[in-house]
């Protein structure tokens, strides 16, 4: 019996299966609308019930963020573990040496992963890459939402501004989790089809020990995990 | 009195001239200068025919009876009917008349319909090509002329005409301009239909395309200073994607620019004169305020011109390619880390 660390709690699991389904549906709806002069994105807006309920869809799935974006705030400020999660994805001075280690790591001049605490500065980076995204796409959303009302607030130029930032960034945001998150999660040797954690919320000892040197020998410490 | 001398007229010279020379013998009335009936309201008609009329148009070989083939006898004692063209002008006539589709097109168009319908204020062929004066469509002094045009259509269509008389094409028109539209480049000719109809050059979901046939042809609009960017422009706004999906209320061209009153933007009559456009978007946003004029209508991030738009494209530009890029050789590295460590196990 392989021993089990519990990596994410029901809250977060839960909170990440909701961002991402809303995130999938906003990038669909998103994007088949950037994309409405191509054959591709007519199809999908057929497919999404025509322009009108394309945006209902669109809009629904925001509020469905929105909502997770508001609980993840309490949850951090509030929750204990919620504290803990943000503590973990702190950035330290350590990471920079630790980028090193891992390009030497990477090159073949180093035996070992550099020892990253709870989580690796790609992960912490991609934290806050999505918390900074997603109150980008929200705010800039919600001016759009009220359209036209917007424009007597503020000059129009503002307002096609705002229209820019939100679908240009939504592109990046959707590349970013294409290329990369779905790379390191679903397609990277030994992840595929994909690492189940998301869904168990829990890795097992030797792959803590293998990936997160430094959390396998704080919880041998506290005694959460046997040798 | 005039018709018992008419009468008397014909009696003395008798049949044998008409067979002989029958153009001659219509121009014995027609051809007088004050030759004219008083309808019993007091109208006055002319119905001089100026001999070169005919001897100048596409007709010039015809003679009168082949159209008014119902004046068997001169003089006539009934008001000839008014002239049918199709006796001669349809698909596979014997006489030389023009083969074409427009016949057909007329009886199809809101015109030949309601004509067909019985609406004697209805154009029928000679209302617009003239009757014994037709020619050429093209020709220096054709009724329907580039220059004419709009006036034929005017006699019927006459507040319609005074806006266009008004309007940056029909100013520039007057001045004997070849490129700007008169009215059948974008109502159409023969086919010309009511903007109801969803086949209509002018429906409201066929106005971006109608306008972009001179508005997106550089070669056309760029010596007057008019982008021929605009027409894309629109398409990719809220207001053209949703009028390509289909929305029957969303802004087309002519819903801000007018379609015959247009005036070019720095015209303080214009409907997009910075000053007028709080009214103009307010026909469908009625909470419209000045902040609406602040900013270009037609923006085009790839273009210098948009502003702070145009760098706020290219940084997202950058850094979209940029973050891909260390997206990749992040990939790459791992892949081939994996790789080594396989090999060494």
Redesign the interface.
Known sequence: MPQWIQRFTLSQRIQHILLFLSLLVLALTGLS?MF??TALGQFM?RLEG??EARGRIHRWSAVVLIAVAIYHHFSILFAVRGQKLVRDFMLQRADLKKVIQSLK??S?KREQHPDWGKFSL?QKLQYFGVILGVATMIFTGLILWIG??A???????????TL??HG??G??IF??LL??HL?NVHL???NFPMNMSWITGRITADECRELYPGEYRRLLETGEIKE | MRRFWLLAFAAAFGTAIVQAAPVQKCDLCHAKPGFKKVLPDKHVVSLYVPPDSLANSVHRRRECGDCHRDVTEIPHKQNPQRVDCTTCHYIGNLVGAPETAIYEQYRESVHGRAALAGNTKAPRCQDCHGAHDVRVPNAEGSSLSKKNLAHSCGRCHVTVYAKFAMSVHGKLLEQGNPNVPTCTDCHGEHTIESPEEPSSSVFAANIPNTCSRCHAAEAIVAKYGVSPEQVNTYKESFHGIATTFGSKTAANCSSCHGAHEILPPNDPDSWIYPANIPKTCGKCHPEANANWAKGKIHVDASKKDAGIIYYVANFFKWLTLLTLTGLAINIVLDLYRRVRGHRKA
Request: glycine residues 10%.
């Open positions: 609308l409405h002069d807006i025509g322009l790591y990477i073949g790609f036209p009302a424009i007597g607030l503020v000059p129009k130029w503002l307002v096609d501004m820019l930032v240009r960034e592109l990046l590349l970013i290329f990369w790379y990277a040797p030994g």
